[in-house]
């Protein structure tokens, strides 16, 4: 199995900042990776995929980066709306078995 | 417009059998990949099984053996069937779609139901 980390657990950031989010794989997953945001009570909503292509109406504060084992998630600017949990996952194994990471908070500082 | 509903759940005791159905419109569910995601209370997601188009399936080691996912074509309808539940199954169940990653492989999941709450409990 691919285990995916997330780092932090949970990250403070002030509105209008910058939020790095990181993603580690257990190993390869070339750039078969996506970010999913979710809010309280709400279901996961694709952000990026391809580990840098933005899904369909994803602002452009949103970006990815990475390929391998090493990716991450960087927000420009943080907007009120984006405080939430992230969750990196890998599409990549056969057979197909994909996996989560733990999640990381974004929290209002 | 996509859309997924799912439906099915509820307080099941263990051992117990549930189906779970997720209803599609806006798109043919049997002419993409489709997966069932559970999320456990206050928990991170875990993916638990996916249909393929061809019609092939696949299932994470903690439920195989035990659900199996299939669909109706003629009702546009993704199925779980949980049999032998435990009280680690419990869980919100979405089902969701992967979109076409490259070479027509399954990639990330673009669209996704609101979820239906499975608890399993005596």
């Known amino acids: 199995e691919i285990v995916m980390t997330q780092s932090p657990a949970t990250l403070s950031v002030s509105p209008g900042e910058r939020a790095t989010l990181s993603c580690r794989a257990s190993q390869s997953v070339s750039s078969n990776l996506a970010w999913y945001q979710q809010k309280p009570g709400q279901a996961p909503r694709l952000l990026i995929y391809g580990a840098s292509t933005r899904a369909t109406g994803i602002p452009a504060r949103f970006s990815g980066s990475g390929s391998g084992t090493e990716f991450t998630l960087t927000i420009s600017s943080l907007q009120s709306e984006d405080f939430a949990v992230y969750y990196c996952?890998?599409?990549?194994?056969?057979?197909?078995?994909?996996?989560f990471g733990q999640g990381t908070k974004l929290e209002i500082k | 417009e996509v859309q997924l509903v799912e439906s099915g759940g509820g307080l099941i005791q263990p051992g117990g059998s549930l189906r779970l159905s997720c209803a599609a419109s806006?798109?043919?569910?049997?002419?993409?990949?489709m997966s069932w995601v559970r999320q456990a209370p206050g928990k991170g997601l875990e993916w638990v099984s996916v249909i393929y188009s061809g019609g092939s399936t696949y299932y994470a080691d903690s439920v195989k053996g035990r659900f199996t996912i299939s669909r109706d074509n003629s009702k546009n309808t993704l199925y779980l069937q949980m049999n032998s539940l435990r009280a680690e199954d419990t869980a919100v169940y979405y089902c969701?779609?992967?979109?076409?990653?490259?070479?027509?492989?399954?990639?990330?999941?673009?669209?996704w139901g609101q979820g239906t709450l499975v608890t399993v409990s005596s």
């Open positions: 969701a779609r992967k979109r076409l990653a490259a070479a027509g492989q399954p990639g990330a999941f673009d669209y």
């Open positions: 806006g798109f043919t569910v049997s002419s993409n990949y």
């Open positions: 996952q890998q599409y990549n194994n056969w057979p197909p078995s994909d996996t």
